[in-house]
């Protein structure tokens, strides 16, 4: 019988490396080696990565993937989750605006656990982060808004059934192994959006977990386990539970080989939510064009999406590192005080510096139900700083820098991954690393080049 899943699991497994255009494969590249500085970054700034780790390291186990930073050995799917966790611990992995979903944390850690322990070259590695992406991104992408309002956390729910799709190709399994695959990824779907709201740093165990449940389930296929082929459209699957029936059919199965879900992820430049990025662009302008000082703003208004203002339109002056991230205000503040926003502004001292936190208290976010509409087509804002010196400064955008139609170059990858490493890591690390994923022919290099060279370097 044909299904929804089906459909999609014959597409990937019959699908070679070979078939996949190259633009798409460069994307790849450039998505895995942001992963990987992110990852290395991660690794000393998380919350949640100390404990996850200690706790691995404890219990150890079978040989088989390398923990990056972590330096040892563990059971693939143990691997996969503490990358995973290490990946979305700073709020600067990539994502994607129409399934409000962030791949790479979820897809790429699987990916890189099994790929070690198949010993997978690095061309199928990329082929099958391309496959992980756009089975996680056309199932987000179908179910979205719908999904997100009913308070999912879309990167932990989809993301299982990308990081499933990824091993599933890795490990080469039939059109039928990799259908039952996907359908356990599915089947072991989780994430709610309540952390946002207390305790955000527990986030990255979502990913995590998405990431492990993708090792998992590839590898029960290959043994021999079967899963509903009706995950999707079944009378208690997918479709009803995640969204209730409000799903787009040609997101989902559309287009399958024309439209590659990778090509159409952000780049985020800053670390924080990406509902925070359209309104740092606008105060980054904001601060050229006035030259101003946080002490001669008078007041700043923001306008947005909603689902933008219940992520990130509720916290003014923020508690802690990880709240800052879920905060526009503050963000934006930053942009107009100092011209950017780095991982280095979400210091301690800087949370607590109190020009800083009188400056948010005159930011004022509304939701603009026009906005709305054009969600998530467009993820924009608009802002007003009013000086006191009666000056000010108007503008909107639709998108955020980094966005499909508003693209980073590698200028701008390069700067994001060097400016976020630099304070842990020298620069011999940044640029090996861009060498042997996006400098090097992908018959050149293997995934061990990576773990080697995080063994040099991470510590």
């Given at each position: 019988?044909?299904?929804?899943?089906?459909?999609?699991?014959?597409?990937?497994?019959?699908?070679?490396?070979?078939?996949?255009?190259?633009?798409?494969?460069?994307?790849?590249?450039?998505?895995?080696?942001?992963?990987?500085?992110?990852?290395?970054?991660?690794?000393?700034?998380?919350?949640?990565?100390?404990?996850?780790?200690?706790?691995?390291?404890?219990?150890?186990?079978?040989?088989?993937?390398?923990?990056?930073?972590?330096?040892?050995?563990?059971?693939?799917?143990?691997?996969?989750?503490?990358?995973?966790?290490?990946?979305?611990?700073?709020?600067?992995?990539?994502?994607?605006?129409?399934?409000?979903?962030?791949?790479?944390?979820?897809?790429?850690?699987?990916?890189?656990?099994?790929?070690?322990?198949?010993?997978?070259?690095?061309?199928?590695?990329?082929?099958s982060i391309v496959i992980g992406y756009d089975a996680m991104l056309r199932t987000a992408r179908a179910i979205n808004p719908s999904h997100l309002k009913r308070g999912f956390h879309s990167t932990g729910t989809?993301?299982?059934?990308?990081?499933?799709?990824?091993?599933?190709?890795?490990?080469?399994?039939?059109?039928?192994?990799?259908?039952?695959?996907?359908?356990?990824?599915?089947?072991?779907?989780?994430?709610?959006?309540?952390?946002?709201?207390?305790?955000?740093?527990?986030?990255?165990?979502?990913?995590?977990?998405?990431?492990?449940?993708?090792?998992?389930?590839?590898?029960?296929?290959?043994?021999?386990?079967?899963?509903?082929?009706?995950?999707?459209?079944?009378?208690?699957?997918?479709?009803?539970?995640?969204?209730?029936?409000?799903?787009?059919?040609?997101?989902?199965?559309?287009?399958?080989?024309?439209?590659?879900?990778?090509?159409?992820?952000?780049?985020?430049?800053?670390?924080?939510?990406?509902?925070?990025?359209?309104?740092?662009?606008?105060?980054?302008?904001?601060?050229?064009?006035?030259?101003?000082?946080?002490?001669?703003?008078?007041?700043?208004?923001?306008?947005?999406?909603?689902?933008?203002?219940?992520?990130?339109?509720?916290?003014?002056?923020?508690?802690?590192?990880?709240?800052?991230?879920?905060?526009?205000?503050?963000?934006?503040?930053?942009?107009?005080?100092?011209?950017?926003?780095?991982?280095?502004?979400?210091?301690?001292?800087?949370?607590?510096?109190?020009?800083?936190?009188?400056?948010?208290?005159?930011?004022?976010?509304?939701?603009?139900?026009?906005?709305?509409?054009?969600?998530?087509?467009?993820?924009?804002?608009?802002?007003?700083?009013?000086?006191?010196?009666?000056?000010?400064?108007?503008?909107?955008?639709?998108?955020?820098?980094?966005?499909?139609?508003?693209?980073?170059?590698?200028?701008?990858?390069?700067?994001?991954?060097?400016?976020?490493?630099?304070?842990?890591?020298?620069?011999?690390?940044?640029?090996?690393?861009?060498?042997?994923?996006?400098?090097?022919?992908?018959?050149?290099?293997?995934?061990?080049?990576?773990?080697?060279?995080?063994?040099?370097?991470?510590?």
């Amino acid at each position: 019988m044909e299904t929804y899943l089906t459909k999609l699991a014959n597409f990937y497994a019959s699908t070679k490396s070979s078939d996949i255009p190259s633009d798409v494969i460069e994307k790849a590249k450039r998505s895995l080696a942001d992963f990987l500085a992110v990852t290395a970054v991660g690794y000393k700034k998380s919350e949640l990565a100390p404990l996850w780790n200690a706790y691995i390291k404890e219990i150890g186990g079978k040989e088989e993937a390398t923990v990056l930073c972590l330096d040892v050995k563990l059971p693939a799917f143990v691997s996969a989750m503490a990358m995973g966790v290490m990946g979305h611990s700073i709020e600067l992995d990539d994502g994607h605006r129409w399934g409000t979903s962030h791949p790479a944390v979820a897809v790429i850690p699987a990916t890189l656990a099994v790929a070690e322990r198949e010993g997978s070259s690095f061309e199928d590695i990329l082929a099958s982060i391309v496959i992980g992406y756009d089975a996680m991104l056309r199932t987000a992408r179908a179910i979205n808004p719908s999904h997100l309002k009913r308070g999912f956390h879309s990167t932990g729910t989809c993301g299982s059934i990308g990081a499933a799709a990824s091993c599933a190709y890795l490990l080469k399994l039939t059109e039928e192994q990799m259908a039952y695959a996907i359908s356990m990824g599915g089947l072991q779907s989780a994430g709610l959006q309540e952390m946002l709201h207390d305790h955000p740093g527990i986030k990255p165990l979502q990913p995590g977990k998405a990431a492990m449940a993708g090792v998992i389930s590839a590898d029960l296929a290959s043994m021999g386990a079967k899963a509903p082929r009706t995950l999707y459209e079944g009378m208690h699957g997918w479709l009803k539970a995640m969204c209730n029936g409000e799903y787009l059919e040609d997101a989902l199965v559309g287009d399958l080989g024309r439209r590659w879900e990778i090509m159409y992820t952000y780049t985020k430049l800053y670390p924080t939510c990406r509902h925070c990025h359209a309104a740092i662009d606008i105060a980054r302008e904001a601060k050229k064009q006035l030259n101003c000082n946080l002490e001669d703003i008078k007041r700043v208004d923001i306008k947005t999406y909603s689902l933008g203002y219940a992520e990130v339109g509720q916290i003014n002056c923020p508690r802690n590192a990880e709240e800052a991230m879920f905060s526009m205000a503050f963000a934006v503040v930053l942009a107009l005080d100092r011209g950017n926003v780095t991982l280095q502004d979400y210091r301690e001292k800087t949370l607590n510096d109190q020009r800083l936190r009188d400056a948010a208290k005159k930011v004022f976010i509304d939701v603009d139900h026009s906005m709305d509409k054009k969600y998530p087509e467009e993820r924009g804002a608009w802002m007003k700083v009013t000086l006191l010196d009666g000056r000010s400064f108007e503008m909107a955008v639709p998108v955020a820098k980094g966005e499909p139609e508003n693209p980073v170059k590698d200028s701008d990858y390069i700067e994001k991954l060097q400016s976020m490493l630099f304070p842990h890591y020298p620069q011999e690390f940044f640029e090996g690393l861009w060498q042997i994923v996006v400098g090097s022919d992908s018959n050149e290099v293997s995934y061990g080049d990576i773990v080697n060279h995080f063994r040099r370097y991470v510590q």
